[in-house]
């Protein structure tokens, strides 16, 4: 497996923001992958995850703003950022686990890609 995250970079508050991650390995399709965000001198921070199947989970702070989807192929998954905070300003992480269920927290990951930096100006 080899995550490999894409996009990022700095945009307004309000604004928008894609982040795209591909599995150049491509070794598991019926996986979950999922992505995470830490700030400076925060621990990660679960952000959302989409299983094989579409199903779809997100954290509390992202709700409703950030949407996740998919393409099994690859598999690729994307994170479209709407209405854009500077709380969240953060390093992004791309992260994959070779089941299909709703997970959320850091252990239940085994692979990560490396981070992408996103930088919310007020």
């Known amino acids: 497996v080899q995550l490999q995250a894409s996009g990022g970079g700095l945009v307004q508050a309000g604004g928008s923001l894609g982040l795209s991650c591909a599995d150049s390995?491509?070794?598991?399709?019926?996986?979950?992958m999922g992505w995470f965000r830490q700030a400076p001198g925060k621990e990660r921070e679960f952000v959302a995850s989409?299983?094989?199947?579409?199903?779809?989970n997100y954290g509390d702070s992202v709700r409703g703003r950030f949407t996740i989807s998919r393409v099994n192929a690859n598999p690729t998954i994307y994170l479209q950022m709407n209405s854009l905070r500077p709380e969240d300003t953060a390093v992004y992480y791309c992260?994959?686990?070779?089941?299909?269920?709703?997970?959320?927290?850091?252990?239940?990951?085994?692979?990560w890609g490396q981070g992408t930096q996103v930088t919310v100006s007020s």
């Open positions: 992260a994959s686990v070779p089941q299909s269920g709703v997970f959320s927290a850091t252990a239940d990951y085994t692979y």
């Open positions: 390995g491509r070794t598991y399709t019926t996986n979950t």
């Open positions: 989409i299983s094989w199947r579409g199903t779809r």
